[in-house]
C-alpha cells in the first residue's frame, strides 16, 4: 500500500514540473493610459476633441474589433486597429455640445481581442454653458377647475452663456391652451412664458405642448409639454353599483356621491328608480355635494320561487335629474346577485 502512495506522489511531482516548463499563451493586453477626460466648461455648439492613448502590452498582436459612442460622441482610431506587442496607439474622441446643456456624461466602448478585458469603457463628462435655458420643461395643471388645481403656470428663459435674445413667439398646440410672453424688466430677470387653460378643454386627460421659439439663429425651438386632467363640471362616483350577493329577506343599501367640481348651486331636482329599489338623496355640502343612497327594498320578490341555493341577477338603471346644464342627467347602473340563503 505505501509502494503505491509512493508512487502516485512521484507521478503528480512530475506532472507539476511539466506544466511549471511549458510557456505561458501569448495574448494580447490593451493599457490606455486614462480611462476619463474632463473637458470643463464648454461652449454650446462646438465640437470638443480628446485624444486617449493606449498600448499593446501583451505579448501578442491586439486587434481593435468595434468602437461604439453613446449618442453625442464619435470615436475615432488615430491609429491602425491592429498593435504589434509594445506598440501604442490613439482614439480620438469628438462631443459636439449642440443638443446639450448643463453636466453631460458620455461613454465610449472599445472592444478588442484582449481576453481578459475584452470591453473597455472610456468616460467624458461636459459642463455645457447653453445660449438658452427654458425651465420647467414640463407643466402640470392637475385636476383642471379644483381648488387645488393651478390657475396658471409659468416658464422661465434665459442664457447662461449670457447672449442678448428676444422670445419672438410661444406656440400652444391646442385651442384650450393660452401662451402669454412677459418681457424681462431688467436685463438680468429672464423672459417668462405664462401658460393658462382657457376655453373649453375636453373632458379627461390631455396631453399638449408650447413651442417657444427665440431670435437666436442657432438655437432650436424649445418644446415644452403640457399635461393635466380635465374633470367634468359634475361628477357622479362610483358610476356603478355593486352589491354582491344579497340573500332574500336582508336590507342592503349602497351610497354614491355627486359632486360640482368647478362650480356651485348643484341641486338633484328628481330620481327615477325601479320599484325595487329604493332611493333617497341628501344634499351634505350646500351647493357642492350630495349624498344618494341606495337600498333593495324586493329582493325577496327578486328571487321569486327560485329552489334555496339558486340565484338572480338584479341589474337595474336609476336616473338622477341635475340642474347641470351641461349634464342634466346621470344615469347609475345597479348590479346584485340576490340568492335564497335558507
Given at each position: 500500500m505505501r509502494k503505491g502512495c509512493c508512487v502516485v506522489a512521484v507521478?503528480?511531482?512530475?506532472?507539476q514540473a511539466a506544466y511549471a516548463g511549458e510557456a505561458p499563451a501569448e495574448a494580447p493586453k490593451i493599457q490606455f493610459e486614462s480611462l476619463q477626460h474632463d473637458f470643463g466648461q464648454v461652449a454650446q455648439f462646438t465640437p470638443n476633441e480628446h485624444v486617449f492613448k493606449f498600448k499593446n502590452e501583451g505579448t501578442a498582436i491586439l486587434r481593435i474589433e468595434r468602437v461604439h459612442a453613446n449618442c453625442g460622441c464619435t470615436a475615432a482610431l488615430v491609429s491602425q486597429d491592429s498593435l504589434e506587442p509594445g506598440e501604442a496607439g490613439e482614439l480620438k474622441v469628438t462631443f459636439n455640445s449642440q443638443d446639450f446643456a448643463g453636466e453631460v456624461h458620455k461613454s465610449v466602448t472599445v472592444t478588442s481581442n484582449d481576453p481578459e478585458r475584452k470591453d473597455v469603457i472610456l468616460q467624458i463628462k461636459a459642463n455645457v454653458i447653453a445660449d438658452l435655458v427654458c425651465t420647467p420643461l414640463a407643466l402640470n395643471f392637475r385636476e383642471v377647475g379644483t381648488a387645488n388645481a393651478p390657475s396658471e403656470l409659468v416658464v422661465k428663459a434665459f442664457s447662461p452663456s449670457g447672449k442678448k435674445f428676444k422670445i419672438v413667439s410661444a406656440t400652444p398646440s391646442a385651442d384650450y391652451l393660452k401662451a402669454e410672453i412677459v418681457d424681462p424688466q431688467k436685463d438680468e430677470d429672464p423672459y417668462q412664458v405664462r401658460v393658462t387653460v382657457a376655453g373649453n378643454p375636453p373632458t379627461g386627460m390631455f396631453n399638449a405642448t408650447v413651442l417657444i421659439q427665440t431670435d437666436l439663429e442657432k438655437t432650436r425651438p424649445i418644446t415644452i409639454s403640457v399635461t393635466g386632467n380635465v374633470?367634468?363640471?359634475?361628477?357622479?362616483t362610483p358610476p356603478k353599483i355593486f352589491f354582491g350577493v344579497v340573500c332574500?329577506?336582508?336590507?342592503?343599501?349602497?351610497?354614491l356621491l355627486v359632486k360640482a367640481n368647478s362650480w356651485e348651486g348643484l341641486k338633484v331636482e328628481k330620481v327615477e328608480s325601479p320599484d325595487c329599489l329604493t332611493v333617497a338623496t341628501e344634499e351634505t355640502k350646500p351647493g357642492k355635494e350630495w349624498k344618494?343612497?341606495?337600498?333593495?327594498?324586493?329582493?325577496a320578490a327578486k328571487a321569486g320561487d327560485k329552489p334555496a341555493g339558486n340565484s338572480t341577477m338584479l341589474k337595474e338603471k336609476i336616473k338622477l335629474f341635475l340642474n347641470d346644464p351641461t349634464m342634466r342627467q346621470?344615469?347609475?347602473?345597479?348590479?346584485a346577485l340576490v340568492r335564497d340563503c335558507k
Open positions: 507521478f503528480a511531482v512530475l506532472l374633470l367634468s363640471r359634475t361628477e357622479v332574500t329577506g336582508d336590507t342592503v343599501s349602497r351610497s344618494v343612497t341606495v337600498q333593495i327594498k324586493d329582493a346621470a344615469e347609475v347602473m345597479v348590479y
